[in-house]
Nanobody, 121 residues
């Protein structure tokens, strides 16, 4: 079973930076997509950034130019560098995985437990 563990959240002032990391462990045969979603209180969970196995990236318009997603294939990890943070970036950030647990498994998705990011003065 794949497990995703996020780290790097915390409190930062507007204009500051944070770096989030997500490490996948357990049974992993292949990774098709890894990415980050976020959910603010009372709002729907939305895509922040994602990266496919081929290296294609996708960013929410609200973070484009400020956030950068990267992947470390050797460690089955994905990172999110967040710069020029704004109060509206405040949310719980969730790591997301799409892939196969074993050679015989269908494509499935998994979620991390979430890490809190608070942008406030």
């Amino acid at each position: 079973q794949v497990q995703l563990v996020e780290s790097g959240g915390g409190l930062v002032q507007p204009g500051g930076s944070l770096s989030l990391s997500c490490a996948a462990s357990g049974s992993i045969f292949s990774i098709n997509v890894m990415g980050w979603y976020r959910q603010a209180p009372g709002k729907q969970r939305t895509l922040v950034a994602s990266m496919t196995s081929s290296g294609d990236t996708n960013y929410a318009d609200s973070v484009k130019g400020r956030f950068t997603i990267s992947r470390d294939n050797a460690k089955n990890a994905v990172h999110l560098q967040m710069n020029s943070l704004k109060p509206e970036d405040t949310a719980v950030y969730y790591c997301h995985f799409v892939g196969k647990h074993t050679f015989w498994s269908p494509l499935t998705d998994c979620w991390g437990q979430g890490t809190q990011v608070i942008v406030s003065s």
